[in-house]
Nanobody, 120 residues
Framework: QVQLVESGGGSVQHGGSLRLACRASGYTYSAYCMGWFRQAPGKEREGVAAADSDGSTNYADSVKGRFTISLNNAKYTLYLEMSSLKPEDTAMYYC??????????????WGQGTQVTVSS
């Protein structure tokens, strides 16, 4: 059974930084893609970034230059380094294993989410 567990969310002030992590278990493919999504209250879910096990990464325009996604293939662990955080980054952040390797691509498995709150 595939499970994704996120960690690292929290509350920071405008301009601060946070690092999210997502560990996948029960998934044994050597070639795969994982990504981060976020959903703010009253808004649609938004794809944030995607990382392929071949090393390629892609970002939504809203986070380019501020967020960095990385994937530790050996540990099946996905990270999201977030810097220069803005109040509009406040959302529940979810990781996923993607079938379509792009921000917002179709996902096969989801984590339970971790809350990020940025205060002004």
């Amino acid at each position: 059974q595939v499970q994704l567990v996120e960690s690292g969310g929290g509350s920071v002030q405008h301009g601060g930084s946070l690092r999210l992590a997502c560990r996948a278990s029960g998934y044994t493919y050597s070639a795969y893609c994982m990504g981060w999504f976020r959903q703010a209250p009253g808004k649609e879910r938004e794809g944030v970034a995607a990382a392929d096990s071949d090393g390629s990464t892609n970002y939504a325009d809203s986070v380019k230059g501020r967020f960095t996604i990385s994937l530790n293939n050996a540990k099946y662990t996905l990270y999201l380094e977030m810097s220069s955080l803005k109040p509009e980054d406040t959302a529940m952040y979810y990781c996923a294993i993607l079938r379509d390797c792009r921000p917002g691509g179709a996902a096969s498995y989801w984590g339970q989410g971790t809350q990020v709150t940025v205060s002004s």
